[in-house]
């Protein structure tokens, strides 16, 4: 198990838990070294950097960035992140600014389909009115019953082609790593499993030229373990990490108790044969996995 979780989501974008309750969830599953990740907003780092090292955990600013490239809808996270960063700063608002106007969108579809009051129903759930997004519409319409859990009333209402989407057009690839790298952090390519499942997916010729631009635009590594990935595909992406010479992240992508597939903190470990992001920021960490590849291989050679 892993004592690193670096994806994860507070109140402040579509968790659940304020960001201080986050932290001390995480304390309590063992975690180490955690990044807050929330989507498009930074507003949660202090008041959970304050919690963590409380508890004498190693905290990373992060943050969990929408960009659209070409017909596809991207996340990447970026780690270590200066939060005072203008550019930054800039950006996320300029992202963040366009959510209302979707939201009101996004209901006008669903009242076209019958199903009314929902731009209240969802403004209940974001705490971050500036957030406003799918989960919380998400979250709503399983409190009047329209499906039985977030994962239901995604397929059948807030994915491509269903009456509660609206496509929006996020930050750029080339911004969101610039703002990122600009302000000292490491761009991580979110989930990328999840942009190749599904009927409006990406195949994979298609990902080894969105992996050629991430690199080029400055990305360094790439979401290995994470809850939205199955045992394959941790194999899967860290070949491609391999290939294309990236790191590799993890993390939950914990929303609240119950809402992914792993809880915050209870990660597998990453593949053997991959760079750990870490490395980036923790010179010794890097001296440590050597070592221990060395010592494997000694062992190898001695039988
Ligand atoms: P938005 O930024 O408003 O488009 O919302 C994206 C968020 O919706 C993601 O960060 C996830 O939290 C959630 N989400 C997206 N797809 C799904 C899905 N199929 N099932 C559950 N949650 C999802
Ligand atoms: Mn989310
Ligand atoms: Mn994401
Ligand atoms: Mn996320």
Not at 238 to 265: M, Q, T, V, W
Not at 285 to 298: D, F, G, K, P, R
Request: proline share 5%; hydrophobic share 40%; net charge neutral.
């Amino acid at each position: 198990m892993l004592d690193y979780d670096l994806h994860c989501h507070s109140d402040v974008s579509d968790g659940l838990l304020p960001p201080a309750e986050l932290v001390a969830r995480a304390a309590e599953r063992g975690v180490r070294v955690l990044a807050l990740t929330d989507h498009d907003d930074i507003d949660g780092l202090a008041q959970a950097r304050v919690a963590a090292l409380a508890r004498g955990m190693t905290f990373i600013n992060g943050v969990e960035i929408s960009v659209t490239w070409r017909s596809h809808t991207l996340h990447v996270v970026g780690l270590n992140v200066d939060p005072s960063w203008r550019p930054l700063i800039d950006g996320l608002h300029s992202i963040r600014s366009g959510r209302r106007a979707r939201a009101e969108k996004m209901a006008a579809g669903l009242a076209k389909c019958g199903i009314s009051g929902v731009l209240a129903g969802a403004s209940r759930y974001a705490h971050n009115p500036d957030i406003i997004g799918r989960t919380h519409f998400a979250r709503y319409l399983v409190e009047v019953g329209q499906a039985r859990d977030v994962k239901s009333v995604f397929k059948r209402f807030l994915v491509k082609g269903k009456p509660g989407y609206v496509p929006h057009e996020w930050a750029s690839l080339s911004d969101a790593i610039g703002w990122i790298r600009g302000s000292g952090g490491v761009a991580v390519l979110a989930h990328p499993g999840r942009y190749m499942m599904g009927k409006h997916s990406m195949g994979a010729k298609t990902m080894r030229e969105l992996l050629v631009e991430f690199t080029a635009f400055g990305g360094q590594a790439l979401e290995v373990v994470t809850s939205s990935h199955s045992p394959n595909q941790f194999a899967e992406f860290a070949r491609y990490a391999r290939e294309f010479d990236l790191y590799a992240s993890c993390g939950s992508d914990f929303h609240g108790p119950g809402e992914s597939y792993f809880d915050i903190g209870r990660l597998p470990d990453l593949p053997m044969d991959v760079r750990p992001v870490w490395q980036l920021w923790e010179p010794a960490a890097t001296a440590t996995v050597s070592q221990a590849v060395e010592a494997a291989e000694l062992t190898q050679v001695n039988g």
